[in-house]
């Protein structure tokens, strides 16, 4: 079999429950699909993104599924350009530690909210520790369930930055319509006109971390 490039692998990682990791991966991973073949892997014990797909009739553009054991995602057995996983919220596990050892890039998304942003030291210096043993490893903040706040979002950018990890310009805001492609099993892309807004705060998101 000839050798087929390795996938480029991102994670959706914050040891705090709720800031959007399975939103925004579920989401991505469908984004990513409209350019390659791609998986989407539930590392989470919860297993939200998998209960998601199973919520449509409609076929995802992308395909799913749990990560018992830990696929060795460039072997898969179809061809894969792009992995997304969602990570549970926790960091010290072997599994998210031996992960970050072979990701391209991980995306911490962050409530636009000083409490959360206090737990993420620890979160900073893991990634920081990954790094030196996988030197081609990006990471950045993501502001999640922003409000349409220009003076919050703009001070939420500026105490991320303290943190020294790069933190995305596109925000993404607090829409309903991830709430209801969830429930109906779908991305917000497979939505037209009601998903537009936020399929093109993704796509904004994918050209920065591909860049
Ligand atoms: N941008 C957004 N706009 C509106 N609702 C959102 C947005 N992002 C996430 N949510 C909602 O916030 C809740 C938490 O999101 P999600 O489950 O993606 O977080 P998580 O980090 O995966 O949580 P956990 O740590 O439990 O795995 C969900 O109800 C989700 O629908
Ligand atoms: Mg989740």
Redesign the pocket.
Same mark, same amino acid.
Request: proline content about 9%.
């Given at each position: 079999m000839p050798d087929r490039p390795a996938p480029f692998q991102l994670a959706?990682l914050?040891h705090?429950?709720?800031?959007?990791?399975?939103?925004?991966?579920?989401n991505l991973a469908a984004a990513l699909a409209q350019r390659d073949s791609t998986l989407l892997v539930d590392l989470?014990a919860?297993g939200?993104a998998l209960q998601w797909a199973a919520q449509g009739g409609e076929p995802l553009p992308m395909r799913v599924q749990a990560a018992h054991p830990l696929p060795p995602a460039a072997d898969a057995a179809e061809p894969t350009a792009f992995v997304v996983w969602?990570?549970?919220?926790a960091i010290d596990s072997p599994q998210v530690l031996a992960l970050l050892a072979r990701l391209d890039w991980v995306l911490v998304?962050v409530l636009p909210s000083p409490v959360d942003l206090w737990a993420s030291w620890h979160l900073v210096r893991l990634l920081q520790q990954a790094s030196s043993g996988n030197p081609g490893l990006r990471a950045a903040f993501v502001i999640?369930? !922003?409000e349409p706040d220009s003076a919050l979002t703009a001070a939420m950018h500026q105490a991320l930055r303290e943190f020294g990890l790069p933190v995305l310009t596109t925000v993404?805001?607090?829409?309903?319509?991830?709430?209801s492609a969830?429930l109906g099993g779908q991305a917000v892309q497979m939505l037209g006109r009601r998903g537009a807004a !936020?399929t093109a705060e993704l796509e904004a998101l994918i050209e920065e971390i591909l860049k």
């Amino acid at each position: 079999m000839p050798d087929r490039p390795a996938p480029f692998q991102l994670a959706l990682l914050n040891h705090k429950g709720g800031t959007g990791k399975t939103t925004l991966a579920f989401n991505l991973a469908a984004a990513l699909a409209q350019r390659d073949s791609t998986l989407l892997v539930d590392l989470d014990a919860q297993g939200s993104a998998l209960q998601w797909a199973a919520q449509g009739g409609e076929p995802l553009p992308m395909r799913v599924q749990a990560a018992h054991p830990l696929p060795p995602a460039a072997d898969a057995a179809e061809p894969t350009a792009f992995v997304v996983w969602d990570c549970p919220p926790a960091i010290d596990s072997p599994q998210v530690l031996a992960l970050l050892a072979r990701l391209d890039w991980v995306l911490v998304p962050v409530l636009p909210s000083p409490v959360d942003l206090w737990a993420s030291w620890h979160l900073v210096r893991l990634l920081q520790q990954a790094s030196s043993g996988n030197p081609g490893l990006r990471a950045a903040f993501v502001i999640n369930q !922003a409000e349409p706040d220009s003076a919050l979002t703009a001070a939420m950018h500026q105490a991320l930055r303290e943190f020294g990890l790069p933190v995305l310009t596109t925000v993404v805001r607090r829409r309903a319509i991830y709430r209801s492609a969830a429930l109906g099993g779908q991305a917000v892309q497979m939505l037209g006109r009601r998903g537009a807004a !936020a399929t093109a705060e993704l796509e904004a998101l994918i050209e920065e971390i591909l860049k």
